[in-house]
Nanobody
Framework: QVQLVESGGGLVQAGGSLRLSCAAS????????MGWFRQAPEKEREFVAA????????YYVDSVKGRFTISRDNAKKTVYLQMNSLKPEDTAVYYC?????????????????WGQGTQVTVSS
């Protein structure tokens, strides 16, 4: 069992930066692929980024490539999402998710554990 707690969201102007953190509990965190998803009002939850257990591979949705960076610190059981050059369309609730099978997928069903989400609002 893994519990995930996100933090770091907030209000930022367009062009600004935020770093989200996701702290995990559980002994097997280090073997999980970790992902970030987001959900804007009245929209489906969408994949943002994922990172394999050792950080060897990362994946991004096209709309954030070159602006967002996912990373992890297994010693701290924490995964991060550094978000730069933020745009109003990045406004959403951001969710951290854990995939215990290491699939590195981009769909919700690839992930078994979810955090409660953190709000990111980008003003124009």
């Amino acid at each position: 069992q893994v519990q995930l707690v996100e933090s770091g969201g907030g209000l930022v102007q367009a062009g600004g930066s935020l770093r989200l953190s996701c702290a995990a509990s559980g002994r097997t965190f280090t073997s999980y692929t970790m992902g970030w998803f987001r959900q804007a009002p009245e929209k489906e939850r969408e994949f943002v980024a994922a990172i394999t257990w050792n950080g060897g591979s990362t994946y991004y949705v096209d709309s954030v490539k070159g602006r967002f960076t996912i990373s992890r610190d297994n010693a701290k059981k924490t995964v991060y999402l550094q978000m730069n050059s933020l745009k109003p369309e990045d406004t959403a609730v951001y969710y951290c998710a854990a995939d215990r099978y290491g699939r590195g997928g981009s769909t919700r069903t690839d992930y078994e554990y979810w955090g409660q989400g953190t709000q990111v609002t980008v003003s124009s």
